[in-house]
């Protein structure tokens, strides 16, 4: 499985490959690709913010890609955000205020936990 989010609105499709980690964006209408960036290793999700025109790549390696997606042919990657390692899987709160990236218990071997990051 390929972590997949979607741009509706702009009808772009952000796709990202494991082996190298990698964000491919593409138009959904035509196949054609937008652009592509490095996206850490091991990523298990991706998350599309309609609010605030944002992807987000939970990479197992300890990082969140996140990448502006304002201008949707124009794709620019922003800087990565430190979590921990094994937190590969996410949730955007409803009003896109907040991330909650959980951490595996045997990736990061400190425990299960939920990581909170305020998005603005």
């Given at each position: 499985?390929?972590?997949?989010?979607?741009?509706?609105?702009?009808?772009?499709?952000?796709?990202?490959?494991?082996?190298?980690?990698?964000?491919?964006?593409?138009?959904?209408?035509?196949?054609?690709?937008?652009?592509?960036?490095?996206?850490?290793a091991r990523a298990d999700e991706?998350?599309?913010?309609?609010?605030?025109?944002?992807?987000?790549?939970?990479?197992g390696e300890g990082k969140i890609?996140?990448?502006?997606?304002?201008?949707?042919n124009h794709i620019k990657a922003?800087?990565?955000?430190?979590?921990?390692?094994?937190?590969?899987?996410?949730?955007?709160?409803?009003?896109?205020?907040?991330?909650?990236?959980?951490?595996?218990?045997?990736?990061?071997?400190?425990?299960?936990?939920?990581?909170?990051?305020?998005?603005?």
């Amino acid at each position: 499985n390929a972590p997949i989010t979607f741009d509706e609105a702009n009808q772009r499709l952000f796709v990202v490959c494991r082996d190298p980690g990698t964000l491919v964006v593409l138009d959904s209408k035509n196949g054609h690709t937008i652009a592509s960036f490095p996206a850490g290793a091991r990523a298990d999700e991706t998350i599309f913010d309609k609010g605030h025109h944002r992807v987000y790549v939970m990479a197992g390696e300890g990082k969140i890609y996140v990448f502006d997606a304002a201008d949707a042919n124009h794709i620019k990657a922003l800087p990565s955000i430190t979590s921990a390692a094994g937190a590969k899987t996410a949730v955007l709160s409803p009003d896109s205020s907040r991330l909650y990236v959980s951490v595996s218990p045997g990736e990061g071997k400190t425990g299960a936990k939920v990581l909170t990051y305020s998005v603005n």
